[in-house]
């Protein structure tokens, strides 16, 4: 079995490759992303990333997300972020405030795997 720590790690580590991108690196930040996909969740995470590559770079979209907030609940396999993000595009901010997201995992032979992601909306 894995600690919190690690998955806290890996958490990080796949939101910082989904959600910290230039229109340069994202391509290849998703690429890397994928590795970490489930068997179940790659068809899924592999569509929607070809779709974003798409207007990552069309729009000229940059994204920063900083988390303040990790919360692991290893029952459900399950992990809350909170934090900042700042969306913008041509070089104009276009969205910031805080963002919540929903992180599910699978450990499978001790290596986590990302199982699933979804922003919560506030309210």
Excluded: W
């Excluded at 068809?43 to 798409?54: D, G, N, P, S, Y």
């Amino acid at each position: 079995d894995v600690n919190n720590d690690y998955i806290k790690l890996f958490c990080r580590y796949t939101l910082g490759l989904l959600l910290n991108y230039s229109p340069a690196s994202f391509a290849d930040q998703a690429d890397d992303c994928l590795k970490l996909a489930s068997p179940e969740f790659y068809q899924q995470l592999h569509k929607k990333v070809e779709t974003l590559k798409e207007t990552v770079k069309k729009l000229h979209i940059s994204n920063m997300f900083y988390p303040e907030r990790i919360k692991v609940c290893r029952d459900e396999k399950r992990i809350e972020v909170m934090g900042i993000q700042r969306q913008y595009a041509q070089h104009s901010l276009v969205d910031e405030g805080t963002k919540k997201y929903e992180i599910r995992y699978d450990i499978i032979q001790g290596r986590f795997f990302l199982a699933g992601i979804k922003e919560i909306p506030s309210g």
